[in-house]
């Protein structure tokens, strides 16, 4: 196919890099510098796709990121095989590049005919809210006929079946200045912000260069300059100063608190020579000192019968496509108006050699000197007219416009022969990220529109998206933004428009189908019918219609179905309000918000120093939180139970080692230290003397047990935090938030040292022995060393912050550790641990050694339910701290009456038998369905050392039921269990003290 309306000479494309893209299998020839949508026009192709609901014919509308229409499925590598497709890619922003393969969307078999067109003959059932009423009845259909038919209608486009064969990357960047948009104000506030060197300045845009609308201005001047010459020196600026950052083809779709505003780049799409390793996007997080939004504004459709004609297009976007890409969307245009700024693009068609007719709904009294400007370069200008229909199916091919009188009447129809039509109702400024942001809007009557008002954050908006439409007032206002006063020249633009929602028409309104939503196919009389049902709150009409709920996120079609519910209500639009504007401005891709976490990264396996080592004597391993842990340590013809019978065994007896480097670990560190854990944990530390450790409590603030852990006092300004292995990052995510939220008066850094530090940990009546020959600076005699201490020195010549503590009851040192030098100081004491009948056990047998004792595990024991006294560990909560983490909540009437489970032991009846895990606890078996449950097993063992089995259980008022006997569930039914206390093992606890 030849580029029958290419012109001959023009725009910002590059005749000397032709290029070949294919759509629906045809080849279509292209220049570099064009877009998708560029190319098709250029080559002929109006007809791109069906709309969602009623399958009518559909092409291009606008040329930048609000186009509802033109949606295609991209195959962007297809010389790569499968994988590098993805659906409703808006034709108008897909850079074209050779070898791109294309596809219309949402038609069968063809785009050309396509069956599902038969639901617009059906439009009169099909009406806004239809599926709320039709799908109700008969019951039985909804399984067999309903929910099949409408799921294989819903979305558009075909999602990919295969794995994303692309990369994708994720950064994050500080700067003083975000700018976001490069056209004229957003240039004009990166050269002020930067203007000093001294503030850090990122300059991003959705375009694949920056100039914004100047890019197809030829006639403007800024300053004396060209509109393209002055934008060229903008950016060459920008490019030689070492502290802006330009980043073209990237995307602001997020504005969240504290001025973190998320971005995304496209990296290789445009490129030919994109190697297979490249990023085709990369997703930027930006914390940013200061914002300034120069984002535009968008043009609004004119909404009269048929506007939705393949060949009906947004008046700029004309203007566009003749300016920069040198392609005649028609040969004979009618633009339709409401306002000045259409002038302009007729006038710019006119002089590419054009035949151009324009429509004006305007009296000629309300025009301005743009009508002379028009009329004088022969086009023929029809005032007070409106578009009452527009001709043809598959492309226009006329619109049919009649005069309005003064008293309103429409006249006589006169039907004006077009291939394409160019419309304009008006501008609104783009305000979705000022909304983002939590700023608040106002609306300006005399701009028909809501305009960004008292801002929330840091943050300045400039030029066309807040209602400034002249050059010389943009430009200006962009460097007001960026922190400069400086005077700007530039050529007057043609502005100012009259509202318009629908357009006159001597037509039944019953039977005309305007569309204000050009994706969902939402009319203006879906509209009415959702209002004459009673839909009154915009919010409430957005959902009932779908109106503004595309991808577009109703860039074209808010403010026509506001105005237009604010009139059938008789309201003004602030009363109506506007719809809520959520992230994403643009639709992401999957693969740019997920960056390198997929596959093998997805969830990322971490491993511990000593990993290698374990696996060397044959560990079997489980998965906690992301960590490897050693789970047991099999001899050769030992099944699980055998091996950990025999780790228990030997730790009880002589000496057992452990690798515990995976738990949590935190330095909390500063004058307020001690202040700072009084008010996190529920027991007191100001009274803790430095080289003593102490079991600290965390509570969520409804007083529920969050975590626990074992706490050295390192000194008076320095504690060392030891959380469980699954709640490390939600502990320290949990301090923060109170630290820099609640009291950001203490004076403390928090840092995770879970890596820093590796974790030997030696249990058994023998550790002492292990460890003697190679400790230095520190005393190991009980009574310089007792237990809950910790002391610094060295062990092995390494350094090592040696706490005496005990997860199982013996004799126990944590040899914290340098990881670095782990592996070597763990086969140094294996070596000795040898001679001393010293065993490797894993996280089983740690499990079952603590369950003898009755110590807790947090998520098992724990479920978000239990307080500290349900556990029995109320001596941990302090009487006499002013305040803590949860404290008012531990007073709550549900906390402190009966009827609470309680932490008890279960002695089952058979010995040999092992109660299930998470098994349920009643009273009786004797009892109808459902029974009253009134507990459940947490923990549940085989305990060599006690000769049976032993669990742990929460059980309603468990204190008090002592010695009761109650039943279990098993998968067969029901055994007995005896309710004991909590402690299997060594009642008294005097062995760790040994």
Not at 669 to 675: I, N, R, T
Request: with cysteine; glycine share 10%; hydrophobic share 40%.
């Amino acid at each position: 196919m030849s580029q029958t309306h290419r012109l001959p000479q023009g725009g910002r494309i590059d005749r000397s890099q032709p290029l070949t893209v294919r759509f629906n299998g045809k080849a279509l020839q292209g220049y570099r510098g064009d877009t998708l949508a560029s190319i098709l026009l250029a080559n002929g192709q109006h007809l791109l796709g069906r709309s969602f609901k009623y399958h009518r014919p559909r092409g291009i509308l606008s040329h930048g990121s609000d186009e509802p229409s033109a949606l295609l499925s991209v195959n962007w590598r297809p010389e790569r095989g499968p994988g590098f497709t993805d659906p409703n890619n808006r034709a108008s922003v897909v850079e074209a590049r050779e070898g791109l393969e294309t596809r219309s969307q949402n038609h069968w078999p063809s785009l050309d005919f396509d069956f599902g067109a038969v639901n617009d003959l059906l439009s009169p059932i099909f009406v806004a809210g239809f599926y709320y009423k039709t799908f109700m009845w008969p019951r039985k259909f909804w399984d067999s006929v309903y929910e099949p038919v409408i799921r294989a209608a819903a979305g558009l486009g075909k999602a990919p079946e295969v794995p994303d064969g692309d990369r994708y990357s994720n950064r994050h960047a500080h700067c003083d200045v975000l700018v976001v948009g490069a056209g004229p104000a957003g240039l004009a506030a990166a050269l002020a912000a930067s203007k000093d060197g001294a503030a850090r300045v990122i300059l991003a845009d959705e375009g694949r260069e920056p100039g914004g609308a100047l890019l197809h201005d030829l006639g403007s001047t800024i300053d004396g300059k060209p509109a393209s010459d002055w934008v060229a020196e903008a950016v060459a600026t920008l490019d030689a100063r070492e502290n802006v950052v330009v980043l073209p083809r990237t995307t602001a779709f997020g504005y969240y608190n504290h001025n973190h505003v998320v971005m995304v780049e496209r990296v290789a799409d445009h490129r030919v020579d994109a190697a297979a390793g490249l990023p085709r996007e990369r997703l930027w997080q930006v914390r940013a000192g200061r914002v300034i939004l120069a984002t535009g504004s968008h043009e609004r459709p004119l909404v009269f019968a048929n506007n939705d004609r393949p060949g009906i297009m947004l008046a700029e976007s004309v203007r566009v496509f003749v300016n920069r890409y040198a392609v005649a969307p028609g040969r004979r245009i009618v633009f339709a108006t409401s306002g000045a700024s259409a002038y302009t693009a007729a006038l710019d068609a006119r002089r590419a050699g054009l035949d151009v007719t324009l429509v004006d709904l305007r009296l000629e009294e309300d025009c301005g000197p743009e009508l002379g400007e028009l009329r004088a370069a022969g086009v023929e200008v029809l005032t007070g007219h409106t578009v009452v229909n527009a001709t043809g199916r598959k492309r226009v091919t006329g619109l049919v416009v009649a005069p309005i009188g003064r008293d309103g009447r429409v006249g006589a129809r006169r039907t004006l022969p077009c291939d394409a039509v160019g419309m304009s109702g008006g501008w609104t400024p783009a305000v979705h990220l000022f909304s983002q942001s939590r700023g608040k809007l106002r609306f300006d009557v005399e701009l028909d529109a809501f305009v960004p008002g008292q801002s929330v954050q840091a943050e300045t908006s400039a030029g066309a998206c807040r209602g400034l439409y002249d050059l010389a007032a943009v430009v200006a206002d962009g460097f007001r933004a960026g922190g400069a006063e400086q005077p700007v020249e530039a050529s007057a633009s043609r502005t100012g428009f009259q509202p318009a929602r629908v357009l006159p028409t001597d037509a039944d309104p019953a039977k005309v189908r305007a569309f204000i939503d050009f994706q969902n196919d939402v009319t203006a009389k879906d509209i009415k019918l959702a209002v004459r049902e009673g839909f009154e709150s915009i919010e409430h009409v957005k959902r009932y219609t779908t109106t503004g709920m595309a991808t577009d996120q109703g860039k074209t079609s808010n403010m026509n179905a506001l105005g237009l519910v604010a009139g059938l209500l008789d309201k003004e639009i602030p009363a109506v309000g506007t719809t809520t504007f959520r992230p994403p401005y643009t639709p992401v891709t999957f693969g740019a918000l997920i960056g390198p976490s997929r596959d093998a990264l997805f969830e990322p396996v971490r491993k511990t120093a000593l990993h290698q080592w374990a696996e060397s004597q044959g560990a079997a391993f489980e998965n906690v939180a992301l960590w490897k842990r050693a789970w047991y340590f099999p001899k050769a013809g030992e099944d699980m139970h055998r091996a950990v019978s025999r780790e228990c065994k030997a730790v009880r007896e002589t000496v057992g080692i452990f690798d515990a480097s995976t738990l949590g670990k935190i330095e909390v560190v500063g004058p307020d230290a001690a202040e700072f854990m009084n008010r996190i944990y529920t027991n007191a530390w100001t009274k803790l003397e430095p080289g003593r450790c102490r079991y600290g409590l965390m509570l969520r603030e409804d007083g529920y047990v969050m975590d626990d852990g074992v706490v050295a006092r390192l000194a008076h300004d320095r504690f060392h935090v030891t959380t469980t292995t699954g709640g490390a990052a939600r502990v320290l995510q949990h301090m923060e938030d109170y630290l820099q939220t609640e009291w950001p008066e203490l004076d403390v850094f928090l840092t995770s040292i879970t890596e820093q530090w590796a974790v030997i940990a030696l249990q058994g009546p023998k550790a002492r022995e292990v460890i003697a020959p190679f400790v230095s600076d520190i005393d190991l005699d009980p009574a310089a060393f007792p237990h809950m201490a910790v002391r610094t020195g060295y062990i092995c010549g390494v350094p090592t912050r040696l706490f005496r503590v005990s997860f199982t009851g013996e004799l126990g040192y944590e040899i914290n550790v340098p990881a670095d030098y782990a592996e070597s100081v763990w086969k140094t004491l294996w070596e000795r641990g040898q001679t001393l009948g010293m065993v490797p056990y894993g996280t089983e047998t740690m499990h079952v050694l603590r369950a003898e004792k009755g110590y807790i595990i947090v998520g098992q024991e724990t479920d978000g339910t239990v307080s500290p006294d349900d556990l029995g560990l109320g001596g941990l909560v302090s009487k006499v701290k002013p305040d803590f983490v949860g404290k008012r909540s531990l007073a709550r009437p549900d906390l402190v009456g009966s009827g609470r489970k309680q932490l008890v032991g279960l002695l089952g009846k058979d010995p040999a038998e092992v109660l299930d895990e998470g098994a349920q606890i009643v009273a009786t078996p004797d009892q109808p369905v459902p029974m009253t449950m009134i507990g459940h097993v947490t923990s549940s063992y085989h305990s060599p050392n006690c000769g049976r089995s032993i669990a742990m259980a929460m059980l309603v008022d468990g204190r008090s039921r002592i010695g009761e006997t109650l039943y279990v569930t098993t998968p067969s039914g029901f055994t007995t269990a005896t309710v004991c206390e909590p402690v299997f093992f060594e009642p008294k606890g005097e062995r760790f003290n040994a």
